[in-house]
């Protein structure tokens, strides 16, 4: 059973920082491009940061200078480090896995992050 578990969500102030967690289970985690979308309310899901299983990194221009992506295989386990957060930045944040060659994909269940004072 595959499982990809976010956590680190929360409410923050503006300028302020989190470090989102996504640990998988049952997948060859190192085989997996992973993903960091985000769901604002009332929007579409937009992809925000890409790391690729030979850790080639991708991030959104929206994030990009503030945020950054990392993986650890031996913990099987991406990071989404956010640093000087905005209020737009608020959305509901989901971990991917793709694994290309095969068409395997999973979801995580997301974790909402708020930024307000």
């Known amino acids: 059973q595959v499982q990809l578990v976010e956590s680190g969500g929360g409410l923050v102030q503006p300028g302020g920082s989190l470090r989102l967690s996504c640990a998988a289970s049952?997948?060859?985690?190192?085989?997996?491009?992973m993903c960091w979308y985000r769901q604002a309310s009332g929007k579409q899901r937009e992809l925000v940061a890409t790391?690729?299983?030979?850790?080639?990194?991708n991030i959104a221009d929206s994030v990009k200078g503030r945020f950054t992506i990392s993986r650890d295989n031996a913990k099987n386990t991406v990071y989404l480090q956010m640093n000087s957060l905005k209020p737009e930045d608020t959305a509901v944040y989901y971990c991917?896995?793709?694994?290309?060659?095969?068409?395997?994909?999973?979801w995580g269940q997301g974790t909402q992050v708020t930024v307000s004072s």
């Open positions: 790391i690729s299983s030979g850790s080639t990194i």
């Open positions: 991917y896995a793709l694994r290309a060659i095969t068409g395997s994909d999973y």
């Open positions: 049952g997948i060859i985690f190192s085989f997996y491009r």
